[in-house]
């Protein structure tokens, strides 16, 4: 009779085992895919920020910005300009090598992230950036409240 209550004890506690191991694993990887869906957006976002198109209006570009950054950032990194005309065709930077190096979480609600990438101009000319932003949750969303270069 022990025996049979040893066994059934033992198949009991090799169950919890299991439950427990597959439910870190899972939360561990939630964690993962929740990072990786954070970094996409960071370097989707410094990309839009850095890069310039003519075929972009300024102001189109700064509607999209508006939407994932705090408006007085947006100001001063893509000023309003006056619409012309015929806008002078200016060559196209290409930003190369993009990697999200760090995320710390400041509090529940706010992150502090490293970017570096580079940036490559028509003649082949290259200028390493890294910056570091801060972003802060409102309602739902990641908001990035201030970026600035850093020195590498």
């Not at 370097?43 to 999209?64: A, G, H, M």
């Not at 950032?73 to 065709?89: A, F, W």
């Not at 990641?142 to 020195?151: D, G, N, R, T």
Request: a positive charge; glycine letters at 2%; proline letters at 7%.
């Amino acid at each position: 009779m022990k025996k049979k209550y040893l066994l059934i004890g033992s198949i009991i506690l090799i169950m919890l085992g299991v439950s427990f191991w597959q439910y870190t694993s899972y939360t561990a990887n939630k964690k993962k895919a929740v990072v990786e869906e954070f970094k996409k957006y960071n370097e989707t976002l410094v990309y839009d920020i850095f890069y310039y198109s003519p075929d972009i209006p300024n102001e189109e570009k700064r509607l999209s910005l508006k939407k994932r950054m705090d408006t007085k950032l947006v100001d001063s990194m893509c000023p309003p300009i006056p619409q012309i005309s015929k806008p002078v065709t200016q060559p196209v930077n290409e930003l190369i090598d993009m990697k999200t190096k760090a995320i710390k979480s400041i509090s529940d609600r706010q992150r502090k992230v490293t970017t570096t990438f580079t940036i490559k101009t028509p003649e082949g000319t290259k200028f390493p950036q890294k910056v570091e932003a801060e972003y802060k949750e409102k309602d739902g969303k990641w908001v990035m409240e201030k970026i600035q270069p850093i020195a590498e």
